[in-house]
């Protein structure tokens, strides 16, 4: 639901396995979630939100394939995965 209200618009293109194989892409949305009925243990900066990735493919109408990570939180402006 999260990756829906998102919204296809919010899909970035994420590439991986670069090197001696050629590398995979796929378009993805990236949402801050908490997790029901679980207690995340918190990172060091004190946040218990996780990644939810989506990937969502052209032509679908909602997302595939969903994820959830523990990536630091501010991955996503590292890599350039989130239009704030």
Known sequence: MHALAAGRARA???AWRKGSKPA???RCVFVRVRLAGRR???TLD???LRWL???WLE???EPVKYWVSNLPTDIA???GL???
């Open 12 to 14: 970035v293109t994420v």
């Open 24 to 26: 995979m892409s796929a």
């Open 40 to 42: 995340p243990k918190p």
């Open 46 to 48: 004190g946040v218990a």
């Open 53 to 55: 990735i989506a990937q």
């Open 59 to 61: 032509g679908e109408n």
């Open 77 to 79: 402006a590292q890599e």
């Open 82 to 84: 989130l239009h704030e």
